[in-house]
């Protein structure tokens, strides 16, 4: 007796459950394989060194970038905290000239102490004001947490897992991927390229402009200049005006305090050599990166990514669109060739 083929809809059901399992951390799963991949260049040599003890060498790979990206993630979550909590108060300014000279030479408002809200008096002043909220605030804070740290797990398995096992996975997809190898490598090289585009063209050219922008402020003796950098890293995203929506609330603070030789100077960095690095290093990282995007489309993809899930929207929706654009070449060059005869 023939037994029939697993039902569709059956294996529909399966497959959507399946991605819903895996969707509250794709984003780790994603950074671990982009990660996982860079370390092969770690792992290959290490693996000869080691006469073939692949585990070992996935292990000391995995400790040795961890060494590197733990504290790189700490000093840049301290930076974008600043960051926040500066526009946060200059937010909280009432009037115009008021928040530009805040900005440029620090709170001029003393008559009221500062108060640490994130020193450990501060927190337990918070928890004890907000009465029965106390229990849920400490429940979200403790849900953020676990997320987090199983977020680290996942990363860290997976890398280990890419290094290791990540050629017999790559092996599973090709035989059982309902399209064939070829387009399955071309999909597979997509998001290689995706990544390495995002690391080259967007964080490299942005951190370059920051790294300008923050020595002009330290020059200058612009307060939160540390804060001001990051800010730039964030915004230079933008392509031409990102970095100027930083630069030039701050050139105009120093002029209204009647510091117009440090207004001068800063206008005239960030006209003349920030936007000029904007304009030549980017083009060129780009195509280091070789990210096969307009920079339109992927500065609108980061933002819709941004607006749908968060923080990792950043990543996730170049991403989401450029394996979306080979799809598309892929069906179009399917169409455009005959059939056989």
């Given at each position: 007796?023939?037994?029939?083929?697993?039902?569709?809809?059956?294996?529909?059901?399966?497959?959507?459950?399946?991605?819903?399992?895996?969707?509250?951390?794709?984003?780790?799963?994603?950074?671990?394989?982009?990660?996982?991949?860079?370390?092969?260049?770690?792992?290959?040599?290490?693996?000869?060194?080691?006469?073939?003890?692949?585990?070992?060498?996935?292990?000391?790979?995995?400790?040795?970038?961890?060494?590197?990206?733990?504290?790189?993630?700490?000093?840049?979550?301290?930076?974008?905290?600043?960051?926040?909590?500066?526009?946060?108060?200059?937010?909280?300014?009432?009037?115009?000239?008021?928040?530009?000279?805040?900005?440029?030479?620090?709170?001029?408002?003393?008559?009221?102490?500062?108060?640490?809200?994130?020193?450990?008096?501060?927190?337990?002043?918070?928890?004890?004001?907000?009465?029965?909220?106390?229990?849920?605030?400490?429940?979200?804070?403790?849900?953020?947490?676990?997320?987090?740290?199983?977020?680290?797990?996942?990363?860290?398995?997976?890398?280990?897992?890419?290094?290791?096992?990540?050629?017999?996975?790559?092996?599973?997809?090709?035989?059982?991927?309902?399209?064939?190898?070829?387009?399955?490598k071309r999909f597979a090289d997509?998001?290689?390229?995706?990544?390495?585009?995002?690391?080259?063209?967007?964080?490299?050219?942005?951190?370059?402009?920051?790294?300008?922008?923050?020595?002009?402020?330290?020059?200058?003796?612009?307060?939160?200049?540390?804060?001001?950098?990051?800010?730039?890293?964030?915004?230079?995203?933008?392509?031409?005006?990102?970095?100027?929506?930083?630069?030039?609330?701050?050139?105009?603070?120093?002029?209204?305090?009647?510091?117009?030789?440090?207004?001068?100077?800063?206008?005239?960095?960030?006209?003349?050599?920030?936007?000029?690095?904007?304009?030549?290093?980017?083009?060129?990282?780009?195509?280091?990166?070789?990210?096969?995007?307009?920079?339109?489309?992927?500065?609108?993809?980061?933002?819709?990514?941004?607006?749908l899930i968060g923080g990792w929207g950043l990543?996730?929706?170049?991403?989401?669109?450029?394996?979306?654009?080979?799809?598309?070449?892929?069906?179009?060059?399917?169409?455009?060739?005959?059939?056989?005869?």
């Amino acid at each position: 007796m023939t037994r029939e083929p697993l039902p569709r809809w059956l294996l529909a059901i399966l497959f959507a459950l399946a991605v819903l399992s895996l969707l509250p951390f794709a984003p780790w799963v994603v950074l671990a394989l982009w990660l996982g991949l860079l370390g092969e260049r770690i792992h290959k040599p290490l693996t000869r060194w080691l006469r073939g003890r692949s585990s070992l060498a996935a292990t000391l790979t995995v400790l040795l970038m961890l060494l590197i990206v733990v504290p790189l993630c700490v000093v840049v979550a301290s930076l974008v905290y600043d960051a926040v909590a500066l526009v946060q108060r200059l937010l909280e300014t009432k009037e115009g000239q008021s928040m530009f000279e805040q900005l440029a030479g620090g709170s001029s408002d003393t008559s009221q102490p500062e108060t640490d809200t994130m020193s450990v008096q501060g927190i337990t002043d918070l928890l004890m004001s907000q009465g029965g909220q106390a229990w849920s605030i400490v429940r979200r804070v403790g849900g953020a947490v676990a997320h987090v740290g199983i977020g680290l797990l996942i990363l860290v398995s997976g890398i280990f897992g890419v290094l290791v096992e990540g050629k017999a996975w790559y092996e599973w997809a090709e035989e059982h991927a309902p399209f064939s190898p070829k387009n399955l490598k071309r999909f597979a090289d997509a998001f290689v390229e995706t990544g390495r585009g995002m690391a080259w063209g967007v964080v490299g050219s942005g951190l370059i402009q920051s790294i300008v922008a923050t020595v002009t402020y330290l020059i200058l003796g612009v307060p939160s200049a540390i804060a001001l950098g990051t800010l730039t890293l964030m915004f230079s995203v933008i392509p031409a005006i990102g970095t100027a929506i930083v630069w030039a609330p701050v050139a105009a603070g120093l002029a209204l305090t009647g510091r117009t030789g440090a207004a001068i100077a800063l206008a005239a960095v960030g006209i003349g050599v920030i936007s000029m690095v904007d304009n030549l290093a980017r083009p060129y990282l780009a195509k280091r990166g070789n990210l096969k995007l307009p920079t339109y489309v992927v500065l609108v993809s980061m933002f819709g990514g941004i607006q749908l899930i968060g923080g990792w929207g950043l990543v996730l929706g170049p991403l989401v669109v450029r394996l979306a654009k080979e799809a598309i070449l892929i069906r179009s060059e399917a169409m455009a060739t005959p059939p056989p005869a």
